[in-house]
């Protein structure tokens, strides 16, 4: 198959320019850290999912979200658990 120059440009051009208008979005929201309260309760967490309740863990990351949705710890633990 051959690939006249037209063809080979568009490609060329759509390789270049499409990762350079992802690359410059920023991020809408921005992370929080977990709260003092919300602390204990990470731990509390981590050890339901390393015993094998992984309902249980999801369920206290589900409330820590509820209170603080922008929670990195949270939403990486409540990640984890469902994978």
């Known amino acids: 198959m051959i690939f006249k120059g037209k063809t080979v440009f ?5 390789a270049l320019v499409v ?5 410059a979005q920023k991020p809408e929201l921005e992370p929080s850290t977990t709260l ?17 309740d992984y309902d249980g863990a999801i369920k206290t ?3 820590i979200l509820r209170e603080n949705p922008d929670d990195v710890s949270a ?5 984890f658990s469902y994978f």
């Open 10 to 14: 568009a490609a060329l051009l759509v």
């Open 19 to 23: 990762p350079r208008t992802r690359a």
């Open 36 to 52: 003092e309260e919300h602390a204990a309760l990470i731990k509390k967490s981590v050890a339901l999912h390393d015993e094998g």
């Open 61 to 63: 990351y589900q409330e």
């Open 75 to 79: 939403q990486y633990e409540l990640g």
